[in-house]
């Protein structure tokens, strides 16, 4: 049974910083291009940053760039987010997901598996 676990949101103040977790079970994580969402109250799920299954390719959306690293430990089956600089309005539930493929992705409908969340909110 896959598992997708997130880890390492809070609460924090504007200008901090968090690194989320991503820990993976059930499946070879190497196989798997991996991505971040997130997703605030009343608002649509939205990409955030995605690394491929070697980690050699990485893409992120417009709003956490330059703030944000995406990396990942395929001894630990595990994928962080870290982002600096954090602002108010990065508050949301932020998501993992993983896709069997080589490439990555950065809408929803293309990742097969996903975690239950974890809140990150920034105080300002």
């Known amino acids: 049974q896959v598992q997708l676990v997130e880890s390492g949101g809070g609460l924090v103040q504007a200008g901090g910083s968090l690194r989320l977790s991503c820990a993976a079970s059930?499946?070879?994580?190497?196989?798997?291009?991996v991505g971040w969402f997130r997703q605030a109250p009343g608002k649509e799920r939205e990409f955030v940053a995605a690394?491929?299954?070697?980690?050699?390719?990485?893409d992120y959306a417009e709003s956490v760039k330059g703030r944000s690293t995406i990396s990942r430990d395929d001894v630990k089956n595990t994928v962080y987010l870290q982002i600096n600089s954090l602002k108010p309005e990065d508050t949301a539930v932020y998501y993992c997901?993983?896709?069997?493929?080589?490439?990555?992705?950065?809408?929803?409908?293309?990742?097969?598996?996903w975690g239950q969340g974890t809140q990150v909110t920034v105080s300002s």
């Open positions: 997901a993983a896709a069997n493929s080589r490439w990555i992705f950065t809408t929803t409908r293309r990742y097969e598996y």
């Open positions: 059930g499946l070879a994580s190497s196989y798997y291009a």
């Open positions: 690394i491929n299954r070697n980690g050699g390719s990485t």
